[in-house]
């Protein structure tokens, strides 16, 4: 084992966009089904004909004492014998992590204080701006200040915001601030519907543009995530108009897929927007490696953060990281072997990706 | 070599999507014009100056006798010492295939029972559904009433049916169901124009659905063909919406390039959409290995397929499986090497893409 | 060391592709800019953390008497020790380039013979299309005759143009030629505008295809540049009427990231397309490798081109001649090692893509 291996497998890692891990039971069809990211069926096949399925039972098998690529019937077996809080006491301990940035914006996981318990790390909140929108639509009086009052309220003590645009019609479009007329009306109208998942251009604007004031890192979900999302509108290049208004607040891309390529290319050109490869990297497995030094292509090194965007199985939180880990050793080794890195260098960036950007872009 | 490898050359293929061989003599303008997909004009340079003109060289070559990477006037002159039917009788059983599914689209080469003859294997149809309707609109009567009874005589002994989309105006728009008024009026206009080459909307889409009623799998050019067809307006992800209401129709996703990935994508999301990188893997040559793996990242493995796209010369069909082989080989060997798959996981994976899903698929 | 190895280190290239160096002395923020080719703001961190600082420190530091590696600041202060015109008899010779093709579209750089003398070769002009238009509106009388004539007397001993459309509203929509009161029109409207900076379609389409009718090369900035492009509207795919409108007229598509895949099918798809990386090789670094394999996948081989696209360090002119001569060393030594290509093939296509295609087009 190389020293640069050792310093990969060492590293403590910041985990700069998680969700919480179950903590209730349940059956082995919401065990496969949250395997596939991408389908919202009842899968007909089995969740773990995949290279998420396989990562599984290759990485996380281990874990519970199993050995290596256990079946897929012994895996659920031995899985079986814990609870949900004991699964999680295992993998999230085992990913490495020092900090979670949660967000909370998914319900029926545990919560940024479990995600420490759990994990034995600290854990940080990133607050959701669809959520915000819906609390807003049902307090009383002015839409715009309630949305401004607990935007403020709920990130004074989180690290940052989250949005799913992605999921809400994509970026395609106008994306600049509305007037406050017409958030008005926009919002009149979304409460006379009864103000439930937010669909409206004008407050999905509004909101962006908010968290664009507040000044904290922004996130959104950009390109593989569950069938309601129309890939095509969620290439980052089309918020090349609203990154170039947004004025030095950290934009941060996640998971990328199949755009990393694309999201490297702006994190090159605006000092103010970061990548980042997590949930891919799980779905990936094998793949992960080829995924990561794809992303290592023009986006500067100063800009790349590691996330596993772990939800519902324990397993993903623990993946993430192991799959992070093998892909970028592999990566900046071969960048190494060739004679275009130095092993120093290789062991900076691998610091920098780990947690060196995301400690000074969150302040964590 | 290892069992895995061994493993790999043995398995027999069902090849879910192929043409005619030639059967009729032609020149060595012909034979060089067909290893260029791409371009529809008398080629200025050398047909063999490409990964596929290499490939066919390195691989083919050693069937006739000739040793590895021949020059390309000695591959030419042996090969010129055969016919047609005899260079099938060469390559197609050199494919290692135990069933063909023949789209029958294209006139002037081999047909199914011929492909079987030929081949020593079984041969099954794909009809086209564009052929269809050229049918219907010279047939009698109400076109939509022939269109379904055409389709419903031809596909009763078919695997499925295909659809070129891709070649008529691409994937962009509107393909919801249209009324049978829209179709009477479409086909009335169609058929007053003569009724040649279907490029009207209406009754592409009319087409589209009568296929999804069979609930046969239904095939889609996409990407990469010749340029005839917009390469921007065959990205698979334009196929969400018809593929949201395709309910449970099998949809297959043939080539794909360079949108393997997106491809992957849908059939991740969707049950019933497979992905197949026939076509591509023949083009890519030397670089096959580095597209299978693409392939092989979100798309379940029990949703990938194979298949040569074998047109004209009898070489694509053999040089489909060969370069397949090799690939897969390469591929799967690497997940296996980096202790991400097991090697019993990575002989069940071929298995699958080559013959499982297809049998399940199309009940051959 | 192989035979191969050493053809790709001996061969002389054609640097299809390159501004002029600098002459001037400038401070480190200059530098470390121009090692980020897309960001136009000043750089908050560091140029030096890129695939392209690192290939500088481990590629060029050599040539400065340096180890490979060397530490940023050492680099900085060994270059301070030279001005630019030492630098450039340094690092241009050392390219082993024996014809330079200048865009002379940028000011404030060597220009044509200045290249020539400090590199010891031979250099031709690039005439860019977008510079004779804003000739062509400060000349008297009619605009279209006025670019006409500087077109034909600038073009007469250049080598070929090329236009930056991809940073004048990019590729999208109509690309026809317009007719001459369009252009009589919109040459009277730009030019009561001051007649700077070429936005204008109609006269950007003139310009287009009155470079058609000259017939020499014309090269197309395409996709990766810098941010004042929209990197969606520089996807290569959208020139397809352009191109089916060319008649012949050699287009090269420059760059190409990351739509390199789609360059190389357009590249197969048309007898007078061409592609070439530059660019994007000295930004990748230590992926120029996996770049240039993608590169060679659909493009027939006698269509491909090599270039640096340096502009401003003569490292760039130097970096990107090493990248590619490790990069396709890598990629053609891999199709060889798997059997697919004979060593006689990757020499000859070393060569095509060296110099024999651009020697070929550009009558150099």
Redesign the interface.
């Known amino acids: 084992m190389t020293d640069l291996a050792r310093h990969v497998d060492g590293v403590a890692l910041i985990d700069q966009h998680v969700h919480g891990c179950w903590v209730e039971a349940g059956d082995r069809r919401r065990f496969e089904n949250a395997l596939?990211?991408?389908?919202?069926?009842p899968?007909?096949?089995?969740g773990f004909?995949?290279?998420l399925g396989?990562?599984v039972r290759?990485?996380c098998g281990p874990v519970l004492g199993l050995p290596?690529?256990v079946d897929l019937e012994a895996y659920w077996e031995r899985r079986s014998q814990f609870d949900e809080r004991e699964l999680a006491r295992l993998f999230l301990p085992g990913a490495g992590v020092s900090d979670w940035l949660v967000d909370t914006g998914t319900p029926g996981v545990a919560d940024v204080a479990d995600v420490a318990a759990l994990s034995g790390g600290r854990a940080h909140e990133i607050v959701r701006l669809e959520q915000v929108a819906e609390e807003a639509a049902r307090a009383p009086g002015d839409y715009a200040a309630a949305f401004g009052e607990i935007l403020h309220r709920r990130a004074a003590s989180a690290a940052g915001t989250k949005s799913i645009l992605a999921y809400r019609g994509g970026f395609e479009g106008d994306l600049s601030e509305p007037s406050p007329r017409e958030v008005a009306e926009a919002a009149r109208r979304w409460r006379d519907c009864g103000g439930v998942r937010l669909e409206d251009r004008v407050l999905l604007r509004f909101g962006l543009h908010q968290a664009l004031g507040l000044g904290k890192p922004l996130q959104f979900h950009v390109g593989?995530g569950?069938?309601d999302c129309?890939?095509?509108k969620a290439?980052p290049?089309?918020l090349?108009d609203f990154v170039r208004q947004s004025a030095g607040t950290p934009i941060v891309l996640l998971h990328c897929?199949?755009y990393e390529?694309?999201a490297g290319?702006l994190a090159?050109?605006?000092?103010n927007v970061y990548v980042d490869g997590g949930l891919s990297v799980n779905?990936?497995?094998?793949?992960a490696?080829?995924?990561l030094?794809?992303l290592?292509?023009?986006?500067?090194?100063?800009?790349v953060l590691y996330s596993s965007d772990g939800f519902g199985p324990a397993e993903l939180h623990f993946l993430g990281a192991a799959l992070w880990r093998?892909g970028i050793r592999?990566a900046v080794g071969?960048?190494v072997a060739?004679?275009?890195?130095?092993e120093?260098?290789a062991m900076r960036v691998v610091d920098l990706i780990a947690r060196g950007n995301a400690a000074r872009l969150y302040q964590v």
């Open positions: 596939n990211e991408a389908n919202t069926e899968l007909t096949g089995s004909d995949s290279q396989f990562a290759a990485h290596k690529h593989f569950d069938r129309d890939l095509l290439n290049l089309l090349l897929y199949p390529r694309e290319y090159q050109a605006f000092n779905h990936l497995g094998a793949r490696p080829a995924f030094a794809r290592l292509e023009m986006a500067p090194f100063g800009k093998k592999h071969e960048f060739s004679g275009d890195w130095s120093g260098d």
